[in-house]
């Protein structure tokens, strides 16, 4: 099952909290006052970030590495865990495998090499060290800046194992905790929303699991994992796909490698948008379905960061011809000769329960008198689970061990050399979301246009001034932009959102190498260079 082990409560609640790869307080507001309440209770919190972020702000240590090295750095935490003696030795004997190959893979990993591959100081690895595996309870939470590399997927088994190394997980206040970027994310997956799962993390590829979704469907279920959206990329190039349908994304501006993106859309036999707005992936497009905003104009439920399944009203009516996401995917379904009947939210989710085991228990009447309730949650009776994998801790354990699983560290795929000396690496900002579909029209007294980010070292290094466009290309494209002092930077790196395409389309530069295990495009790790123009163009009221 894929989602975070741990619950809200916890957070407030545990000793330690790694902030890893995640500037929750500006693009997590609503966690972060968990963390805070935790802060405020005398909670340590550690975080490791490229960037001085506003939420290292309120850390007792602060550990800034290079981009890409993340996999690097927890080896070496974790050779210090052991060569030190605080690994958990009963967890690791009673509930774990493959500790042997994991301590033999780690070891090279000494601290005056991470040293050197990081940028992080071997004193605070061994402080960080110390604290995760001496802390009663911590947990390890992370976002985009975890899994937004060539090695995410690695990444994030490197942060498991330093959970299982320590014991940290399956317990109340001990876990690993992946930050969903926006509301209902985590329902998404859960809903199947990925190449190779069913409805609750069930696999695609297993034939007993799929069958009773061909019953319940009344036809077979393709019984082969389908693409992710990289992949999907991938097929359009080749020519193995010629149709997109595409609900609630704006991949023309999204996506790594704009001008591939933006060739790829435009050639399609068939494009259709369903979304909100009428975006520059919708303004491709030979259809458009105007959509309800689903926060307000639909019936139905979502799920966070904590696994909590809650219910979503109705308030208002959508506006002129928009239609509500169930409503429009029935109506396409009826014409396409399958009279799904009327389309009500309650009735498609109780279908979901008798198919998802891990949704059983959860009605709309208990979803409305409890305030929600998190998965899993197998009957009526189940209270849901505030934690997961609380059976590593039985003697004996049921089911698998969880396997320690090495990983090597990789540079990033994008490096840095002569001609692009300057790392960039991207994100959000707290008033704004992604393209800024959604966000971009809205005004806010924090907002302000695109800019390249850079330390005052660097500028007075570069004879740069604040407001000063400049020209910044990498292997791919070339924008103009103008300068912003940010002293939360350290020398020879940089920092862009992706908010302002309209304006400075920053996915020009960045580049389409893939996680072959994800899809994840690298966004976190850019090889720039900056040029002054010509004629010097300055920026204000920004």
Known sequence: MGGGT???????????????????????????????????????????????????????????????????????????????????????????????????????????????????????????????????????????????????????????????????????????????????VQGGGDMGALPDRLPGFQHLEQDQLRARFDEAWGMPVPPKRGWHLSGM?????????????????????????????????????????????????????DVVLPAAAAWAESEGTVTNSERRVQRVRKAVEPPGEARDDLGILFELARRGGQDWGPPDAESVWNELRTLSPVHGGMS??????????????????????????????????????????????????????DDFPIRLTTGRRLDSYNTGVQTAGIRSPMRRGESLDICPEDAAAWGLAAGEVVRVTSRRGTITVPVRLDPSLRPGLTFMTLHFQDDVAVNLLTLDATDPKSGTAEFKATAIRIEKLTEPVVRTGD
């Not at 704006?250 to 494009?271: G, V, Y």
């Not at 929600?372 to 197998?378: D, E, H, I, T, V």
Request: aromatic share 8%; hydrophobic share 40%; charged share 25%.
């Open 6 to 184: 741990s619950s809200y409560r916890e957070v407030e609640e545990t000793d330690l909290i790694v902030l890893w790869g995640s500037n929750a307080r500006e693009t997590h507001p609503i966690f972060f006052h968990h963390v805070l309440r935790a802060v405020n209770r005398g909670a340590r919190l550690i975080v490791i970030d490229p960037r001085r972020t506003g939420s290292a702000e309120w850390a007792d240590l602060w550990l800034g590495l290079d981009v890409g090295s993340d996999i690097a750095l927890a080896n070496a935490v974790a050779r210090e865990i052991i060569a030190q003696g605080l690994h958990h030795r009963s967890f690791i004997d009673r509930a774990t495998i493959g500790f042997e190959a994991f301590r033999a893979a780690v070891e090279p990993w000494t601290l005056a090499r991470a040293e050197q591959t990081t940028g992080v100081p071997a004193d605070a690895i061994a402080e960080l060290a110390r604290a995760f595996a001496t802390a009663p309870r911590a947990m390890i939470c992370w976002t985009l800046g975890i899994t937004e590399h060539l090695t995410g997927v690695d990444n994030v088994l490197s942060l498991i194992s330093l959970a299982l190394l320590t014991g940290h997980v399956g317990r109340y206040g001990s876990g690993l905790n992946p930050l969903r970027g926006q509301n209902n």
């Open 233 to 285: 990329f991938d097929a359009m190039e080749r020519g193995d796909l010629r149709a997109l349908y595409v609900i609630g994304e704006n991949p023309a501006q999204s996506e790594a490698d704009q001008h591939r993106t933006r060739h790829l859309l435009e050639t399609r036999d068939i494009l259709v948008v369903q979304d909100l707005f009428l975006t520059k992936t919708a303004e491709l497009a």
């Open 364 to 417: 709309y009447a208990r979803l409305e008198s409890e305030g929600g309730l998190q998965w899993p949650c197998y009957d009526e009776d189940h209270p849901g689970e505030l934690f997961l994998h609380s059976r590593l801790w039985e003697d004996p354990v049921p089911g698998d061990p969880a396997p320690f699983v090495p990983v090597e560290w990789r540079p990033p795929a994008d490096p840095l050399d």
